[in-house]
């Protein structure tokens, strides 16, 4: 390195420097300076940027090519949206696979099926029970029956369809009986084939924690609601069980007086950590439960 | 891309290497050390004028200072000394080609002496352009289509299916995707997870949400997945009977400050017991709350951190009423007594809140919800909020000095930009137990969209800042660069 022959002491820099402050009227001058020593660097910067960018491509290579806009252009209409979508049709309602149980669940129906699916709402055990009861045999064993569960209607898409193909065999099905019936066989029983009698024992068990069960005295028809429903009451639901369920095995009939119980397994749930009879009691004070447990857990409280 | 310099610069960097360069800037151009500052002042003159300029150049041969009005042309001339230094930003000089030529190593020594420089100062990094490396600039060339955000296309807007009820969890979605930094570190592509793929980590979720937000579709999206992801981490929000937008946001911040810990960057950021994670960095501040025992005027100081601050909206009409409440000394009163530490003994207090630190996104919650153990209503009342809101009065040094009454020197907020802009408003329609979330937000300056679920309109202004607005979200206007040396 050559020396540096112009270099001043500090000291030499430092008395310069309080002879000028020393005069007012140098005020003016040092802020001009400065003032044009800023605004000059920073004018610079611009200019080696830009030239940068342009002596080595990267302004080329980042401008890139400009998407064509056409199709993303925004819809100014006031009886359409931002996409041209008309603000008074409802949007068609798509599906979505629901990340708990893996089902397809109607899109709009979505938060009220997950919070049953994930054990949180009201009906969160009767819905968890009935899908683990449905795990634990083949699908197929009432799927002749036709289904006026209002729980099951957030079930769609190919569920849904298949159970509607089925429904049209099934009345395809009736239809055909009819016509056998009209010939003179009145006794014949008008329910799909979906009597007690033709069930095997372990069906009838399968069936009976799902659904009512309870034979309509005008339609002879078994009643598909929950096993909770308003249509029936306990005393019929209990009487049916007992007549239905061979009373010589113990194992039913501890089924038939229990099949409200059996409705809520204990790990149905799968945060609970209450007793299924303590989660039946509580059943009926569903929100309320909740709402104190919100109080107790403030939302900043889980933050660390 | 070509910033491999020139033949002349490639021959003296053969020859010499890129040292002289490297000892020029960290004297002359950014002084990384007192020492170089102090050479920096006594030497930098023309060595043939005397003169600081204009534009100081070096010689890259022979460290020969001369300004550009002719004397550094002269040096280079006469001594064949081709190659000289801009001393202001460090940019080489080629007589042979000239022009000012760029080199890639030359531009690395360069930043990492101007890091040396700020750390040296104690300053911020200044801003630098960003530089692409090998592999981006061969992205850049391959991808050559560049999607623009603009005004006037519905890029990054995107409407979202109201799943039953769901309006809440689409208001703060709506939020989250249009604040502003969030947008940059997601479409920036900053969160590295390491449970990749696995469907569990919120920010890996709400980062496809950027995706598809910018992807340019127009069908509404569908945050099942998003839902199911925070009531499982968040169980206290027990189902969706319970649709407080509010409650909703606290626990989405929540879930996401800690799935941020998922990051492969993240996990070892954690300086001072304070979380760097890109949640806390853009909502979190610092509430301070001040004691004051009225015997002895003893002062106990407490700083808690805060997502979002919520204001009572009984009484005051405008959004800076409501904050100079919330920070006004407030008398605790006799039934409220507080051991001093000083005294010894319990006693009558003040209480102030101040804002310590601000946040990069300042949220605020007008408690339009009134719940008590007799009834439970909404309170309607019109509250102003700004579209541009300085928060300075609200700061701890501010009212500190105002209630000193000596505003006179207040050298800490002098250079302090404490201003802020609207950007979203989450409005509550209807009543109490039959109600509707909307959200307004600003997709860029002056461009306003209200959305309502899966319906995206055009909004001005002036309808923003009419609507009753239950929570308000401002971003800061002016971002400072932190200095962040390793």
Known sequence: MNTIVSELSMNDLNSKFFDIIQNENNAEDAANFIFDSVCEDVTLGVLFEVHHGIKTGLTELLEGEKEDEEQFKIVNSPECDVFGFSILKKTPDANCSCPNCERPVSATRFAPHLEKCMGMGRNSSRIASRRIASNSREPTSYAGLPSDDEDDADWSGTLHSERRKRRMKSSNKRNSKIHKSNNGNHNSENNDGATYETMSANEKKNLLLQICGVVSEHTKKLCTRSTRCPQHSEEQRRALRNNVLEPSTPESQSMGLTADDAGSPPDSSPSSSCSSSSRKRDRHRAVPRTKNKREKLSPLNGRD | MNDTGCLHLSNFKAAKGSSPYKIVHAFFVASTSYEARRYKATSCLCFSCGQPGPRLHSCLHCIYFACYGGHIQEHSKNKKHFLYVDLSYGNVFCAQCQDYIYDRELTDISRSNRVLEAKSLGISVPYTPWLPNGNEVMALKRLRKRRLISPHTTIGLRGLQNLGSTCFMNCIVQTLIHTPLLRDYFLGERHKCKTQGSGKCLVCEVSKLFQEFYSGAKTPLTLHRLL????????????????????????????????????????????????????????TGGLQSDVVCTSCSGVSTTIDPFWDISLDVAGPGSLQACLERFTRAEHLGSAAKIKCSNCRAYRESTKQLTLETLPIVASFHLKRFEHSSQIDRKISAFVSFPAELDMTPFMSTHRRAVDAADNNNDPEGLFEDNRYSLFAVVNHLGSLDAGHYTAYVRQMKGSWFKCDDHMITRASLREVLDSEGYLLFYHKTVLEYECDVP
């Open chain 2, 228 to 283: 199911h992801l925070i009531w499982t981490h968040a169980r206290h929000l027990a189902g969706y009977e319970q649709q407080d937008a509010h409650e909703f946001f606290i626990a989405t911040l929540d879930v996401l400050h800690r799935h941020c810990m998922n990051g492969v960057e993240e996990t070892e950021k954690k300086e001072k017991d304070r979380c760097n994670c890109i949640i806390d960095q853009i909502f």
